[in-house]
Nanobody, 121 residues
Framework: QVQLVESGGGLVQAGGSLRLSCAAS????????MGWYRQAPGKQRELAAT???????NYADSVKGRFIISRDNAKNTVYLQMNSLKPEDTAVYYC???????????????WGQGTQVTVSS
């Protein structure tokens, strides 16, 4: 069974940095796009950053220049380096991966359980 396990959240002061990790495990044939989404209290879940298998990245305007997404395909792991954090970055961060269970199957979106990031002013 496919699982996405996140780590690295926590409490940090404004201007600080955190690094999130998300490892996918289970019956995986291949992983297409991986990414991070976030949901602040009272708001809808929104895109933070995504990365394709060949390393093409996409960032929300609100995090461009501050966050860096990367992945290790051999480890089925995606990372999010968050720098110059602001109080408005406070949210639950969710890992997402577009995974094929078999070579012939269509990709399916899987989600992690979420990790809390709190930025104090």
């Amino acid at each position: 069974q496919v699982q996405l396990v996140e780590s690295g959240g926590g409490l940090v002061q404004a201007g600080g940095s955190l690094r999130l990790s998300c490892a996918a495990s289970g019956g995986i044939s291949s992983i297409d796009r991986m990414g991070w989404y976030r949901q602040a209290p009272g708001k809808q879940r929104e895109l933070a950053a995504t990365i394709t298998t060949d390393g093409r990245t996409n960032y929300a305007d609100s995090v461009k220049g501050r966050f860096i997404i990367s992945r290790d395909n051999a480890k089925n792991t995606v990372y999010l380096q968050m720098n110059s954090l602001k109080p408005e970055d406070t949210a639950v961060y969710y890992c997402n991966a577009n995974i094929r269970i078999y070579i012939w199957s269509s990709p399916y979106d899987y989600w992690g359980q979420g990790t809390q990031v709190t930025v104090s002013s």
